[in-house]
């Protein structure tokens, strides 16, 4: 999960009447790290990533995060949240 979207949902838990004393289920989407690394192998071919691996397959989790949906509007989807997180350690030199 984004941490924008993380911000979004404790900004309303504390400032919307209709969302003070629940709980909120913050996930996003299932995801596996073997995703991610075809993401990042897919976008940034000259970086070293690594292979995938048995246990980086997708959650088989289940989970019904649609009351938080309804309440925040469209998640920042995996590979959005990982461009942006690489973009933003680029511009501080990180990467």
């Given amino acids: 999960m984004d941490v924008r979207d993380v911000a ?3 900004w309303l ?3 919307e009447e209709a969302m003070s004393g ?3 289920l913050a ?3 299932p ?3 073997n995703q991610i690394f075809a993401f ?5 071919p000259e970086r070293p990533i690594p292979e995938d691996f048995e246990a980086g397959e997708v959650d088989r989790q289940k ?3 649609s009351a938080t949906t309804q309440m925040i509007g469209e998640w920042i989807g995996l590979e959005q949240s990982i461009r942006d997180s690489i ?3 680029k511009k501080k030199g990180l990467l």
């Fill in 87 to 89: 973009e933003s350690f």
């Fill in 31 to 33: 995801f596996g790290h």
């Fill in 63 to 65: 989970f019904d995060n």
């Fill in 13 to 15: 838990a504390l400032s």
């Fill in 22 to 24: 629940k709980r909120w």
């Fill in 8 to 10: 979004k949902v404790h």
């Fill in 40 to 44: 990042l192998r897919k976008e940034y």
């Fill in 27 to 29: 996930v996003s989407e």
